[in-house]
């Protein structure tokens, strides 16, 4: 993959009322940071991950409904968005987790209020049980955490972990057009794809287009999913729901009824893992429940930080997220939890 100082130059990003962009260069990885002016002085701050294939744009209907109460950053993970690659070519969990945890700790924004969606979420959990002090509070949409049933409307995106599915694909789809392929995406991710407005339709058709001049876009999508589903069979330990099992930080949980991606009835036993745990079940909703219902998102992490206060936890987990500037004693292999680097990418 060529550095990210050579990559080809596409449209530019959208940004929405109130938001502003900026490329942040951390060791090892480049990330773009989208963010909105706090309401005021001392609010704490609050980061957003996006899933596999999305974006920080993601938030974008949610965060301003937070103003008031928390500081809003929403990073693009490498490869996605208008982050370019990493450098070692790391896409799996771990991977991405050190990239967040690596932001927080060059940004000294942390102890932060956590927000992950699907892929997001698998890696805002190891963030959160790796580095306790990072985080106030922890907000999983749709968290991708290891189901021993995989719905069948999930099958065809894990596939995409498979050598050679993409470029099969690729041949098979290459007569699509952005509009098509966004309509597939927002039939799979929306409960109801009629509350997409036409507006934000063609804002995710332009952001298609954008992607698909990306030389690294469907190599970014196969290895991530190859990470989501090699963190799928570790476990022990190492094990996402072992690791959800070692989260302090107070947890809403956010789950759709109509999700065609992670099984509602996968709903309880998060509510069991996480220890301090609030659940918000929404019938009607998909995947993507802030994108879909972003005004009841809004209200239940509302009340999360009312019950809570939103007090940091600072004591040392027994997990290690590398963030890259090693100190006495740190490990700088970017391992979590004895997880060799690269596990996942052949790198």
Known sequence: MPPANVLPKVAAVGVADGERLRS??????TLTVRSRPPAREGLPPALYVHGLGGSSQNWSALMPLLDGVVHS??????G???SPPPDDGDYSITGHARAVVRHLDAAGRGPVHLIGNSLGGAVATRVAAARPDLVRTLTLVSPALPEIRVQRSAVPTGLLALPGVVPLFNRLTREWTAEQRVRGVTALCY???ARVTPEGFRNAVEEMERRLRLPYFWDAMARSTRGLVNAYTVGGQHGLWRQAERVLAPTLLVYGGRDQLVGYRMAQRAARAFRDSRLLTLPDAGHVAMMEYPDAVATAFRELLADTGG???TADGPDAVDSGSPAGGERTDGAVDGEPANQTTGG
């Open 24 to 29: 942040v260069r951390l060791p090892g990885v």
């Open 73 to 78: 950053e929403a990073l693009d993970l490498p």
């Open 80 to 82: 996605f968005g208008d």
């Open 191 to 193: 409960g109801d794809p």
């Open 311 to 313: 007090a940091a936890h």
